[in-house]
Structures are given as C-alpha cells and as structure tokens.
C-alpha cells in the first residue's frame, strides 16, 4: 500500500488544521492507521490510531482532547482532525499502516506500522 499525507500548512496557536493520509494500491480496511509526528532534533512520536473498523482510537497524552483520528474505508482515507494548536504541535506530521495481528498492544510502537507516507509539515506560530 501506498499512502499519500497532505494537509499540513502554517496556522496561528489556537488554530485548527485537518491532515488527510489517502491509500492507494490496497484497501485501506484491511490496515490498522497511526499518525506519528517528529520535530526537529526529535524522535518521531506516536500522536494517534484507529482500530480496523474504527472500533477503537488511540491517542497521545500531548494531544488528547485537541486531536480527533477518523476513517473513511470508502475513500480509502484517514483524517487527523487538529484542533487548538499549539506551538509545540509543530512537525512533520506521518501516518503509518499496520495489519499485524498484535497492534493494538503495539499502537504507540513505529515498528507495528510497515507502511508509511511520505509526512506533511504543520508549523503552528505562537
């Protein structure tokens, strides 16, 4: 599967952005999604994921409450609704696919995605 992140862009702190990760060459159903972030100098970290189905979201501590993860298996996309951005919200923005049977032990883990797109930058001005 190919994945193909957009959406990213220059807000003001307190803004809203929504990222789009759209899959192509498999159906996006049969994959568990994640959205990681890293920023520079950093390690990449684990923002959010959805169950297959969507039965179950997950999410960061940093970003509970202000990010909502979503899928659209239809459109073969997940969306990554931002809301009151903060100025340590500024990365390049990935998201990951997963379709081991142990991910959601793993959803927080880069090693239980073997699929990612190519990441977005969100730059959020204080």
């Known amino acids: 599967v190919q994945l193909q992140a957009s959406g990213g862009g220059l807000v003001q702190a307190g803004g809203s952005l929504r990222l789009s990760c759209v899959a192509s060459?498999?159906?996006?159903?049969?994959?568990?999604m994640g959205w990681f972030r890293q920023a520079p100098g950093k390690e990449r970290e684990f923002v959010a994921a959805?169950?297959?189905?969507?039965?179950?979201?997950y999410y960061s501590n940093s970003v509970k409450g202000r990010f909502t993860i979503s899928r659209d298996d239809a459109k073969n996309t997940v969306y990554l609704q931002m809301n009151n951005l903060k100025f340590e919200d500024t990365a390049v923005y990935y998201c990951?696919?997963?379709?081991?049977?142990?991910?959601?032990?793993?959803?927080?883990?880069?090693?239980?995605?073997?699929?990612w797109g190519q990441g977005t930058q969100v730059t959020v001005s204080s």
């Open positions: 990951a696919a997963g379709g081991r049977s142990d991910w959601r032990y793993n959803t927080q883990i880069t090693a239980a995605y073997d699929h």
């Open positions: 060459g498999r159906a996006l159903r049969t994959y568990a």
């Open positions: 959805i169950s297959w189905s969507a039965t179950s979201t």
